[in-house]
């Protein structure tokens, strides 16, 4: 037979010891009406204890559990940007010959409201991503991405990341583009399909990324303003950006 669980055991014994108590009861006091009575009344109250605890209590808890659960999750997050994620989209960017039609609002202020955020959220859902590869250094983002191979493996392997859907898809994507570009020993005088198989790569990155960093401006400006205030004076998408306090 198959060993019991301690909980199973733990439970057993509860029981017999409460078993053990009543009847000392009984014993002493020789009240079965008492004894029966306070058992009922015991009983009665179980059902609100379970509501207390099930209800209230473990939602409580759950909620505790959630937001330290977000907290990591937006450390890593927070990783990634420092370490890769700026510095890509600040790359990207450069590669896109309309960003000039969006660039302005993405230049976010200290002053900005939920709802700004929201509208901005919008028009990039909508923005047609573009990438000329005539103006990108292909060999520079090559080296960029290899050089941050290791740090990209580590997140993927990072089981927090698995409760955030859309940031899993953007480091999937980032790690696609990286092995592609590490599978080439050289990134000029490729074919045309070729390149354009890259721009494809490129521009899903580039579209999942810009996203996500806004995203990521939200959060900071609402839990972080000491972060928010340096991921602003680090823009990407600000051309006179600077970490330097003028």
Sequence with gaps: MRRLSWQVVLGIVLLLLSAVFYLLEYVIFRDARHLFMYLFSDTAFVFIEV?????IIHSLLNEREKRTRLEKLNM?????????????????????????????ELIVGDDWSEKEFSGVHKRLKVYEYSIDLKRADLGELRRFLIEKRDFL???????????HETFTVLLRAVFHLTEELANREHVVGLPDPDYRHLEVDIKRVYA?????????????????PFLFS???RT???DQSASAIIK
């Design 235 to 237: 823009n990407p998408f």
């Design 208 to 224: 999942q990324l810009a996203y996500e960093w806004l995203d990521y401006m939200r959060y900071l400006k609402g839990n972080y």
């Design 153 to 163: 493996l580590r997140l993927v392997e990072n089981p927090t990341l698995l409760e």
């Design 76 to 104: 890593v997050i927070g990783a990634f940007f420092s370490e890769v994620g700026t510095g890509l989209l600040t790359y990207l960017s450069d590669f896109d010959p309309r960003l000039d039609e969006i660039r302005k």
């Design 51 to 55: 509501l207390l605890v099930t209800l």
């Design 230 to 232: 340096f991921a602003m």
